[in-house]
T-cell receptor, first 112, second 117 residues
């Protein structure tokens, strides 16, 4: 089945530094979703990207969908301690009732 | 916004016993719910898709007789881990499909941490 590779697995940054996590697929993605999971918590939906080359921003977070719709990235500018958690990309499968196929996730640690 | 309530939050059970986990959609009807399993520091792995009024669809490698799923109403899906063993200890999370247009995501329950001793 569809596999989504996500890197890096871990990222440790100092507060104020930037952070980026990348997702790649060997096949074209219909759309991709991003989730954040705080330690001990559950995934919370951040955004969905649908269009080729799409760029969306949410305050300090910038999400990109590659032109070929095979890769995506999440960039956080000037990280804060509240950004700590695991960030997952997920292939939404392209159907209304499509199941999510999650990437491996990137665990972000922010040192104050 | 869409809320999915999952109970219990955590449970400790003895090996060989069964545990039932409930997932309710509080302010919407969920024809389809999904059950995931997550081991520490790992990703979420889909176990099964729960369809209201019909049999669940299990992912490859998931034992349907061990993980019983019932979706009897549009607001409730249950996962029963039967004859639990220590290797079943994990974080189980449900999610529901709440379509509100193009920019929607899935809403997750708060998860159930199962420890089998």
């Amino acid at each position: 089945g569809q596999q989504v590779m996500q890197i890096p697995q871990y990222q440790h940054v100092q507060e104020g530094e930037d952070f980026t996590t990348y997702c790649n697929s060997s096949t074209t993605l219909s759309n991709i979703q991003w989730y954040k999971q705080r330690p001990g918590g559950h995934p919370v939906f951040l955004i969905q990207l649908v269009k080729s080359g799409e760029v969306k921003k949410q305050k300090r977070l910038t999400f990109q969908f590659g032109e070929a719709k095979k890769n995506s990235s999440l960039h956080i500018t000037a990280t804060q301690t509240t950004d700590v958690g695991t960030y997952f990309c997920a292939d939404a499968g392209g159907t209304s009732y499509g199941k999510l196929t999650f990437g491996q996730g990137t665990i972000l640690t922010v040192h104050p | 916004g869409a809320v999915v309530s999952q109970h219990p939050s955590w449970v400790i059970c003895k090996s060989g016993t069964s545990v039932k986990i409930e997932c309710r959609s509080l302010d919407f009807q969920a024809t389809t719910m999904f059950w995931y399993r997550q081991f520490p520091k790992q990703s979420l792995m889909l176990m099964a898709t729960s369809n209201e009024g019909s049999k669940a669809t299990y992912e490859q490698g998931v034992e349907k007789d061990k993980f019983l799923i019932n979706h009897a109403s549009l607001t409730l899906s249950t996962l029963t881990v039967t004859s639990a063993h220590p290797e079943d200890s994990s974080f189980y999370i449900c999610s529901a499909d709440r379509r509100t247009g193009l920019n929607y995501g899935y809403t997750f329950g708060s998860g159930t941490r199962l420890t089998v001793v």
